[in-house]
């Protein structure tokens, strides 16, 4: 029973960083997913795959698993860093491309 705490990534509709700064603990799955022969659903007896615990902090969600004497994993989030990009900057003197119409 070991539990995976990470930041999970924003998805690709979001355009904000509201819920991206949360961490997550998950517990990793214990046993494989099974496909239903009568209706094809895929289940699994593992009940702990349901189970996803939010916290602020890293720190906090490290303390969870410590006192409840469970097994875990930190991963740290990658984040992408950006240039901030300005409109006035495509009429600058020094750009470094041509400018076309």
């Given at each position: 029973?070991?539990?995976?705490?990470h930041?999970?990534?924003?998805?690709?509709?979001q355009?904000?960083?509201?819920?991206?700064?949360?961490?997550?603990?998950e517990?990793e799955?214990?046993?494989?997913?099974?496909?239903?022969?009568?209706?094809?659903?895929?289940?699994?007896?593992?009940?702990?795959?349901?189970?996803?615990?939010?916290?602020?902090?890293?720190e906090?969600?490290?303390?969870?698993?410590?006192?409840?004497?469970?097994?875990?994993?930190?991963?740290?989030?990658?984040?992408?860093?950006?240039?901030a990009?300005?409109?006035?900057?495509?009429?600058?003197f020094?750009?470094?491309?041509?400018?076309?119409h």
């Amino acid at each position: 029973m070991t539990a995976r705490i990470h930041c999970p990534a924003k998805s690709a509709m979001q355009s904000g960083t509201a819920k991206s700064k949360r961490w997550l603990l998950e517990f990793e799955p214990e046993s494989k997913r099974e496909v239903s022969p009568l209706m094809g659903y895929t289940s699994s007896a593992d009940m702990k795959s349901q189970v996803k615990l939010w916290f602020d902090t890293a720190e906090e969600a490290v303390a969870y698993a410590v006192k409840n004497g469970i097994a875990y994993r930190v991963e740290e989030p990658k984040r992408a860093t950006r240039k901030a990009a300005v409109y006035s900057d495509n009429f600058k003197f020094n750009r470094l491309g041509q400018w076309t119409h």
